[in-house]
């Protein structure tokens, strides 16, 4: 059980590319949504907190213009980095918390990883 | 001082060995502590998740906290290739569900 996917794994795309990220949860319903940016051999980055039916909280210096978040039902969260850079490529992650409670871990989709050229 | 300090490694171990995995972590306030699985190009599995000070475990792997010490441990028995990942540990203060903080990984090689 707690089955995170998320979808594409690999985008390759050019510069100025608006890229969208799916994350869903398949077994389980997910009040809240996570989305992470992990560099080569770095911990993952909270990058904002995803709540169904409502705005995303971005963490401190992630700009929320550039990196949009949406969760529009209990499985579903989308990330869209707009206008994509160069120094936008990363690995992104997102992770779900089980709807009953703040007490239940998270847990992570493979993630997607994004290669501007 | 970063708030939660983990050896990056690499730790590189024959097969069969024991592991012992180790994070320490300056803010007292943490309540909720996990232990994450990395594989190459994958997202973390979760590993372990506990609460109190103590032990609990799970088939070859025990977690270990100790809140006093502010220190927790993953230990993993009878080490397997398959093992061979980043394992990462992270921690709360109000619940597993809620923003996590983690440490920086340890790159773990079991070797045949």
């Known amino acids: 059980g707690a089955v995170v996917s998320q979808h594409p794994s690999r985008v390759i795309c050019k510069s100025g590319t608006s890229v969208k990220i799916e994350c869903r949860s398949l077994?389980?319903?997910?009040?809240?949504m996570f989305w992470y940016r992990q560099f080569p051999k770095k911990s993952l980055m909270l990058m904002a907190t995803s709540n169904e039916g409502s705005k995303a909280t971005y963490e401190q210096g992630v700009e929320k213009d550039k990196f949009l978040i949406n969760h529009a039902s209990l499985t579903l969260s989308t990330l869209t980095v707009t206008s994509a850079h160069p120094e936008d490529s990363s690995f992104y992650i997102c992770?779900?918390?089980?709807?009953?409670?703040?007490?239940?871990?998270?847990?992570f989709g493979d993630g997607t990883r994004l290669s501007i050229l | 001082q970063k708030e939660v300090e983990q050896d990056p490694g690499p730790l590189s171990v024959p097969e069969g060995a024991i592991v012992s995995l180790n994070c320490t972590y300056s803010n007292s306030a943490f309540q909720y502590f996990m232990w994450y699985r990395q594989y190459s190009r994958k997202g973390p599995e979760l590993l372990m998740y506990?609460?109190?000070?103590g032990n609990k475990e799970d088939g070859r792997f025990t977690a270990q906290v100790d809140k006093s010490s502010k220190y927790i441990s993953l230990f993993i028995r009878d080490s397997q290739p398959s093992d061979s990942a980043t394992y990462l540990c992270?921690?709360?203060?109000?619940?597993?569900?809620?923003?996590?903080?983690f440490g920086t990984g340890t790159q773990l090689k079991v070797e045949l």
């Open positions: 992770s779900a918390r089980a709807r009953q409670g703040v007490d239940q871990p998270q847990h």
């Open positions: 077994d389980f319903q997910a009040t809240t």
């Open positions: 992270a921690m709360t203060l109000t619940g597993g569900g809620n923003k996590l903080t």
């Open positions: 506990t609460y109190s000070s």
